[in-house]
């Protein structure tokens, strides 16, 4: 159970629109608390919905040059590595409908798992690179050589981008205790499974 020091907003006190997305969030994960903590300032949260997941993720704007199918699965590796129980819940359904498979969520820990395709493999690497453990690192030549066989430059920009919009979110919510947190999928700690993470 998130503990924030940050205080929190009456739930008949939160605008709409934030009533709504802390009701969604309860239905889907059982959590909502963020919601809450974010009454304080919701243009900040209107925002990640807005900017980040509405121009970035889904290209509302039209002027982004990744296909979403791509953010899906760096999406969920983040998720899944950082150990963001609330992220996991809304993601791995979210990846199901993108069309990955459950082996393949529940291979996620393994970036070179041949049930992946190569480019998928080379984007599960990037996603590693911006874990939030992962503070070395780096784009080596030998990971751009292999992303830059499936994408433009403009294109890997754009999945990094990406990825480091998300880790610095959670990264916000971890350290102001805003949200359910689990052990990472790579840490012999963890005791749940990819498969159940959206049906606990």
């Given at each position: 159970?998130?503990?924030?020091?940050?205080?929190?907003?009456?739930?008949?006190?939160?605008?709409?629109?934030?009533?709504?997305?802390?009701?969604?969030?309860?239905?889907?994960?059982?959590?909502?608390?963020?919601l809450e903590?974010?009454?304080?300032?919701?243009?900040l949260?209107?925002?990640?919905?807005?900017?980040?997941?509405g121009?970035?993720?889904?290209?509302?704007?039209?002027?982004?040059?990744?296909?979403?199918?791509?953010?899906?699965?760096?999406?969920?590796?983040?998720?899944?590595?950082n150990?963001?129980?609330?992220?996991?819940?809304?993601?791995?359904?979210?990846?199901?409908?993108?069309?990955?498979?459950?082996?393949?969520i529940?291979?996620?820990?393994?970036?070179?798992?041949?049930?992946?395709?190569?480019?998928q493999?080379?984007?599960?690497?990037?996603?590693?690179?911006?874990?939030?453990?992962n503070?070395?690192?780096?784009?080596?030549?030998?990971?751009?050589?292999?992303?830059?066989?499936f994408?433009?430059?403009?294109?890997?920009?754009?999945?990094?981008?990406?990825a480091?919009?998300?880790?610095?979110?959670?990264?916000l919510?971890?350290?102001?205790?805003?949200?359910?947190?689990?052990?990472?999928?790579n840490?012999?700690?963890?005791?749940?499974?990819?498969?159940?993470?959206?049906?606990?």
């Amino acid at each position: 159970m998130p503990n924030s020091l940050l205080s929190r907003v009456p739930v008949d006190q939160l605008p709409e629109d934030l009533q709504r997305l802390r009701e969604s969030s309860i239905e889907v994960a059982g959590d909502g608390d963020r919601l809450e903590i974010f009454g304080n300032h919701p243009a900040l949260y209107r925002w990640y919905q807005s900017n980040f997941y509405g121009a970035i993720f889904q290209n509302g704007n039209g002027d982004m040059v990744v296909e979403t199918k791509w953010k899906e699965l760096i999406r969920l590796k983040l998720s899944l590595t950082n150990g963001c129980f609330v992220c996991n819940a809304h993601n791995v359904p979210s990846a199901l409908a993108a069309g990955y498979s459950q082996a393949q969520i529940d291979a996620m820990g393994d970036a070179e798992s041949p049930l992946f395709s190569p480019q998928q493999q080379a984007v599960l690497a990037l996603g590693e690179v911006f874990a939030i453990a992962n503070s070395d690192g780096a784009l080596t030549p030998g990971l751009y050589a292999r992303l830059s066989t499936f994408f433009s430059d403009a294109e890997i920009l754009e999945l990094g981008f990406f990825a480091t919009i998300l880790s610095g979110w959670t990264k916000l919510i971890f350290a102001y205790d805003m949200i359910t947190r689990e052990c990472p999928i790579n840490s012999p700690e963890r005791t749940m499974s990819p498969s159940a993470v959206h049906l606990r």
